[in-house]
């Protein structure tokens, strides 16, 4: 799976967070390992640009996915078991304009990007929220998917965490580890 984040945007962004969460994403929903995704984050110019020129409507956004057009064509959905290796398409983030939204929803702008990265692969998977059914569906699928990452990324950071304080005190008791022989 290749996974690559171009930051043009302007703000600092955890690039390896944002690869991380995409990652999760397209394991758990069972993409092909071999598929391609581009995230590329842009500032508010850029995103009106974008948004006003493929989606008609004026200003900038948070987020917009730009599937490949073979794999949008196909009457079967990317995530589809059977799709061999295939370049997924594009997520577009805008930092500057999901500041306010973070602000507003009372959490980092890390957290925002992370929840915007899942919205846009859900997107490039075919998932959309135009009827309140499909809407349902994907931010249900989209909060599951974030909440599982979320609980394994401090899970992780826990065991580091526990790790580090056992080998402060075994180190400190001159129990230090032993090369494996």
């Given at each position: ?40 984050a ?40 059977d ?23 009372g ?13 846009g ?61």
């Amino acid at each position: 799976m290749s996974i690559e984040v171009v930051n043009e945007s302007g703000v600092t962004v955890d690039e390896a967070s944002l690869v991380s969460v995409a990652r999760f994403t397209l394991e758990t929903m069972q993409v092909n390992p071999a598929v391609e995704l581009a995230i590329t984050a842009v500032g508010l110019d850029a995103m009106t640009e974008l948004h006003e020129r493929w989606m008609d409507e004026p200003g900038p956004t948070d987020v917009m996915a730009f599937p490949m057009d073979s794999l949008a064509e196909d009457s079967r959905r990317p995530d589809a078991p059977d799709l061999g290796p295939a370049l997924l398409g594009d997520v577009v983030l805008c930092p500057a304009f999901a500041k306010d939204q973070a602000k507003t929803a009372g959490h980092t702008l890390a957290d925002e990007l992370h929840l915007l990265t899942v919205h846009g692969v859900l997107h490039l998977l075919g998932y959309d929220h135009l009827e309140p059914a499909e809407e349902r569906e994907m931010f249900g699928l989209q909060d599951r998917l974030l909440g599982q990452w979320r609980h394994g990324r401090e899970r992780a950071r826990e065991q580091d965490r526990r790790k580090r304080s056992d080998d402060r005190l075994l180190g400190a008791a001159g129990f230090e580890d032993e090369p494996t022989r």
